[in-house]
Nanobody, 112 residues
């Protein structure tokens, strides 16, 4: 069964950091570009970051540029999202996705 499982979310104060992880099973992520998306309460899905094959290309949505960093470890079948200088507006459920397959998400809450 193909599956993505996110972890690493939690409650953090503004200015803090979190590192999200996404573990793939049942398929090899090296065959895919990998994407992190998020959904804030009452809002639609927003693409946060994308990493191309072998990490050659990385793209970020403007609000997170310079604060978030996406990476991948194809040998471990893992994708990561390092989030620094977190803001309350980053509060959302975060998902990793291949575009067609998505995990169950991990909640990130930024609040003092």
């Amino acid at each position: 069964e193909e599956q993505l499982v996110e972890s690493g979310g939690g409650l953090v104060q503004p200015g803090g950091s979190l590192r999200l992880s996404c573990e793939a099973s049942g398929f090899t992520i090296s065959d895919y570009e990998m994407i992190w998306v998020r959904q804030a309460p009452g809002k639609g899905l927003e693409r946060v970051a994308r990493i191309g094959y072998r990490g050659v290309i990385r793209e970020y949505v403007d609000p997170v540029k310079g604060r978030f960093f996406i990476s991948r470890d194809d040998a471990k079948n893992m994708v990561y999202l390092q989030m620094n200088s977190l803001k309350p507006e980053d509060t959302a459920m975060y998902y990793c996705t291949t575009g067609s397959l998505r995990g169950q998400g991990t909640q990130v809450t930024v609040s003092s």
